[in-house]
Nanobody
């Protein structure tokens, strides 16, 4: 069983920054491909960023240049640095682990609210 716990969400003003963390259980975290998703009220969950086991990243067009995903395999943690935040970034942010042979696992989510 793989467990994920997100943290770091909160209320921030437009233009501000937040860093989300996702702590992952499992002895072979370094082999997991990871992703960040978000879901705004009344909208479908959408993919925000991916980071492969080798550290390659990819981003949704709406966040490219503002968000950066990274990982620390020694700490079994993946991060999402969010800069220049906009009100439309307001959502619950989830991390997901893709585990070979077992499928995907979700965290419980962390709320990000961008408002003045």
């Amino acid at each position: 069983q793989v467990q994920l716990v997100e943290s770091g969400g909160g209320l921030v003003q437009p233009g501000g920054s937040l860093r989300l963390s996702c702590a992952v259980s499992g002895s072979i975290f370094s082999s997991y491909d990871m992703a960040w998703y978000r879901q705004a009220p009344g909208k479908q969950r959408e993919l925000v960023a991916t980071i492969t086991s080798l550290g390659s990243t990819n981003y949704a067009g709406s966040v490219k240049g503002r968000f950066a995903a990274s990982r620390d395999n020694a700490k079994n943690t993946v991060y999402l640095q969010m800069n220049s935040l906009k009100p439309e970034d307001t959502a619950v942010y989830y991390c997901r682990a893709e585990v070979s042979g077992l499928g995907g696992y979700w965290g419980q989510g962390t709320q990000v609210t961008v408002s003045s």
